[in-house]
């Protein structure tokens, strides 16, 4: 196993704990620390909004979690915090209310690429402080917010859904592949950026994984899967429902804009494949492992079994570590496709 020393600050200055755990699942969602500490450690402190980074090893030149604390609960013995990153921070904008902006005719995100759009509308939502853009970069392809402008009030993660959904890349035409959101640090603050999905068939492999060096424990998770997808086009529209799917699955909607199209019918093609990408997908996995601390969202990791019919690579979706000062484990998220894999990692165990 490899060795760490495991690190957390508040606000600069290292704070013994008794034991943290780290939730970082990805797809918008908020990153999360929850640490104990010694009641005689933290007199004196006031702990409301300071901000934390842990760090998983003493000679990390970036932290692999920064965020603010936003619960502590005290007693005798031990102060329990909780601290979300910059995505906790975009959701509820430092408060208990969803974090919003108000677009009008003065106001808005009106001829604004994607990227730019997202830019000004935490700008806007004054969220710019801990939540910084300098390396948003732009969606793939780039869109435009003039076709469909936005007026009233939006949450600002509304807002990037919907910048993200309408921007879906064609160049691998079995597999629509949408633009995701997520966080890097550049070593002193969290930075929003903006890139396209993994391709698991053609990225660089980070990290390899098998059932009997680096595997103990599987489990599957079913997630949703659009069955009514409505695709907007050059002026036209199509819909793609599929009506067997929504008696097995429920009915869930998504939306996407492709400039390429020009017909309905093209758009109502281009419905069904993403279906059918989602589809590929509808299955996630949690593995519990001890390698692959440092694995980023969003990057491609291959799992072997000796079998080409369970072999593949897969996309990392985020982690889970809990940790104390001598020891640490932990479990990565990955996805794509139905859980072949899973039942026979679990028949090797009967």
Known sequence: MLELTPKIFIDGLEIDFINAGLSQQ????????????????????????????M?????????????????VKENY??????????????IKGGEE???KVALDDKINLDGLTGGAAIKKAIELSKLDSKLKTDY??????????????????????????RILSASVNTDTLDLPRPN??????????????????????NSVISHTYNEYDNITNLNIINRKVPTVIIVNG???????????????????????????????????????????????????????TFEGVYLPENSVIRVVTGEDE?????????????????????????????????EYINSRDN
């Open 97 to 99: 209310e969803t974090a």
């Open 234 to 288: 050059n002026g036209v529209k199509g819909t793609f429902t599929h009506d067997s799917a929504i008696e097995a699955l429920d009915r869930s909607y998504i939306e996407v804009t492709n400039n390429n199209l020009l017909s309905p019918a093209a758009c109502k093609d281009f419905a069904q494949k993403i279906f059918k990408a989602n589809l590929k997908t509808q299955y996630e996995y949690t593995f519990d």
């Open 180 to 201: 995701i959101a997520k966080l890097i640090d550049d070593g002193t603050n969290s930075q929003f950026v903006i890139e396209l999905e993994s391709d698991v068939d």
């Open 26 to 53: 990805g797809t918008l969602k908020a990153g999360q620390l929850d640490f104990t500490m010694p009641t005689s450690t933290g007199v004196g402190l006031n702990f409301w909004n300071k901000e934390v980074t």
């Open 310 to 342: 369970y072999d593949g690579n897969y996309r990392v979706l985020g982690r889970n570590i809990s940790f104390s000062p001598s020891s640490y484990k932990m479990s990565v998220l990955i996805n794509r496709k139905p859980p072949t894999l899973a």
């Open 55 to 71: 760090f998983m090893n003493t000679t990390d030149a970036v932290p692999l979690f920064r965020g603010w604390i936003k619960r």
């Open 136 to 161: 948003i970069g732009d969606t793939n392809p780039i869109i435009s917010t003039s076709k469909d402008p936005m007026r009233g009030t939006f949450s600002v993660l509304d807002i990037i859904k």
């Open 77 to 90: 013995n031990e102060i329990q915090i909780h601290a979300e990153d910059a995505i906790g921070y975009l």
